[in-house]
């Protein structure tokens, strides 16, 4: 089956694909689409339902959509829905590089010692403006310490400074393969291509 997947995030598609393997995972990019919507909501899942109703309003065939980020227990579940936009200055300026952003991140964090983390990924699967499904996952892990500092060059975004005790490694440490039999988005994309079988 033909499924879109609403992101502009080459990463994410790679791991998305990389799951529903038995299936064609295209994004808005490949046919030439401009895909941006506004990311107003406050939850992930509304961000999801926002991007997936979007491209399916453009496409009309099945779509799924992720909205993902990092909660940080120290810092109240920051960065959340404004993962991919912590530290950019101003509305619509100035968007932060990554490794800015985990340095920004793991500045504000300073010298806790409660360092505890989750990756979160609602996903959502929008097969007519009427008929849905939804999932949340998390992957829980630390934020390294300052000593410790970001490792790692695989992955996207926060995965350097993302440190998962059980593997003794971040996240930016694993294979594509080990990251995606254990992350949060893969562990959701699961779930979907589960409900995608039922069809
Ligand atoms: P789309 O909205 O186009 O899908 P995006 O990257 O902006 O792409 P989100 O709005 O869902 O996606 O923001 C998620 C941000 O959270 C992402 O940019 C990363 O900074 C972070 N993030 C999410 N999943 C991650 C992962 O697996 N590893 C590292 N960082 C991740």
Same mark, same amino acid.
């Given at each position: 089956m033909t499924i879109w997947f609403a992101t502009g995030n080459e990463h994410k598609r790679r791991e998305l694909a990389a799951i529903l393997s038995g299936h064609s995972v295209k994004i808005p990019s490949d046919a030439g689409i401009a895909f941006d919507p506004d990311e107003t909501g406050s939850a992930f899942l509304e961000n999801a339902f926002i991007k997936a109703h979007t491209l399916f309003e453009l496409v009309r065939e099945p779509v799924i959509a992720d909205d993902s980020g990092l909660c940080v227990d120290v810092l109240g579940?920051?960065? #959340?829905?404004?993962s991919a936009r912590y530290g950019a200055v101003g509305a619509t300026g100035g968007k932060l590089t990554s490794s800015e952003r985990n340095a920004l991140l793991l500045k504000e964090i300073? =010298? =806790? &010692?409660?360092r505890t983390a989750r990756f979160v990924c609602a996903m959502a699967l929008v097969l007519s403006k009427e008929r849905f499904f939804a999932v949340q996952e998390t992957l829980e892990g630390e934020i390294v310490n300052e000593e410790r500092g970001a490792r790692g060059t695989g992955g996207f975004g926060y995965d350097p400074i993302f440190f998962l005790p059980e593997q #003794?490694? &971040?996240? =930016?440490?694993?294979s594509e393969q080990e990251k995606n039999s254990i992350s949060h988005r893969a562990k959701a994309a699961r779930a979907i291509g589960k409900m995608l079988e039922t069809l």
């Open positions: 579940g920051k960065p #959340g829905v404004y300073g =010298a =806790a &010692t409660g #003794g490694r &971040t996240m =930016a440490e694993l």
